[in-house]
């Protein structure tokens, strides 16, 4: 092995064990550290210059996301979530009707924002609402981090992983829309009997409750964030540049009277940020060294052209080192036949699917599980897998019959 393969491979390794457990087992460096540490370490060992580092990092990605949160922030400020929140308590009548616009919710709206910051509005309201009407929150919180995973996997905006390939394969808005939306929405189909079979005695009765007190709304940024919503939804269905459509959109909310730009600034999760533009150089030096090629010809014994095995690696990767890492990896064996983008579309789905496996299989499940800790509720491990076991398997299942039907 050469020397600067060798770097890479330790770079490579090192910031993936990070990646995997969560944070340094030595030291105090989250998953954010680890991608600074493991970029600042490719370009000093002299494997990419500054320049060439700067070229392996997809500005698009980057600028949708970023973007995208900020759409985000201003239907939080406006107090749109909260009214999601007012509206199931006071249109719903069971609890099992609960659950089900709980899952439909947190999956809908998973699909058109990033997952994880649905999570992180979503579960404190889901927390008040069990709250005021006496109810056990576990099924519930279980609801939404599920089901935030499985309706991201519907778009290509739902989460960060899809926005990554939807940039590196330009796969149309519309094309993998497609493609995705039937299994996105059988798959929460099954995640809502799931959880009601599991919980079937905690879930029956009927449900009491008023609306949601101390919210306020501001009609005027509700209107303007939907509004906004609406054209860069329309943008993307008509074949826009989603970049672009999308940084119109968050450029023309910035334009207000109403908001500190702080408050907007404060609701973004720089940390994503910087974990993509690490990993982006990470992987850049993996394969500027040519330890990804060094990888293939080891691996030349697999025959990974074969679609099952590719979703399996992508379901196994996905839980080991967390979806965006598992991506940039397995981005080199997508088959350059791949035209239609099916293997794209199938990275994306059942590395999204995958998330639901465990309870660190995704960002999104952790943000549920922090922020119900903080209100005493505890979801366990083994009760958390009780349900993405069976849901993940069984979606991914139905996903694989999916593709061998209609698209191989």
Known sequence: ???????????????????????????????????IIGAALTIASGILTFD?????????????????????????????????GNLMLTRLRTKNQLLGAVVAASGMLSALFVNDIICLLFTPIVLIICQRAQ?????????????????SAATLIGNPQNMLIGSLSRLSFVQYL?????????????????????????????????????????????????WVTAFILTGFVTGCEPVVVAGLGAAYLLITRRLKP???????????????????????GVEKSGLMGWLMERLSFIDFSIFPLFAVLTLVLSN???NVPAVLL??????????????????????????????????????????????HVSIGFVEYMRIGLPLTLLISAIGLVYFQLFYL
């Open 1 to 35: 092995m050469q020397p600067m393969i060798f770097l890479a491979a330790v770079i490579l390794t090192g910031t993936f064990v990070v990646f995997a457990l969560g944070k340094s087992p030595f030291f105090r460096v989250d998953r954010a550290g680890a991608a």
């Open 52 to 84: 060439q580092a700067t070229q392996f990092i997809d500005f698009r990605t980057i600028a949708l996301l970023f973007s995208m949160m900020i759409l985000t922030a201003y239907l939080k400020l406006s107090g749109f979530f909260q009214w999601v």
């Open 135 to 151: 109810l056990p929150p576990v099924p519930y919180l279980i609801g939404v981090a599920t089901a935030s995973n499985v309706g």
């Open 178 to 226: 497609i493609v995705a939306a039937p299994l996105a929405l059988v798959g929460l189909a099954i995640n809502y009997y799931l959880i009601r079979f599991f919980y079937r005695d905690a879930l029956t009765g009927p449900l009491t409750a008023g609306q949601l007190t101390g919210v306020v709304y501001h009609r005027h940024l509700v209107r303007k964030s939907l």
């Open 262 to 284: 702080n408050k907007v600034y404060a609701s973004i999760d720089f940390n994503l940020l910087v974990i993509f533009t690490g990993l982006f150089i990470v992987i850049g």
């Open 320 to 322: 080991i080192f967390s």
């Open 330 to 375: 397995l981005k080199f064996f997508i088959p350059a036949t791949d035209i239609s983008g099916v293997w794209w579309s199938g990275m994306a789905i059942f590395s999204t699917f995958a998330g639901n496996l465990t309870i660190t299989g995704s960002i999104a499940n952790l943000i549920v599980v922090e922020i119900a800790k903080r209100e």
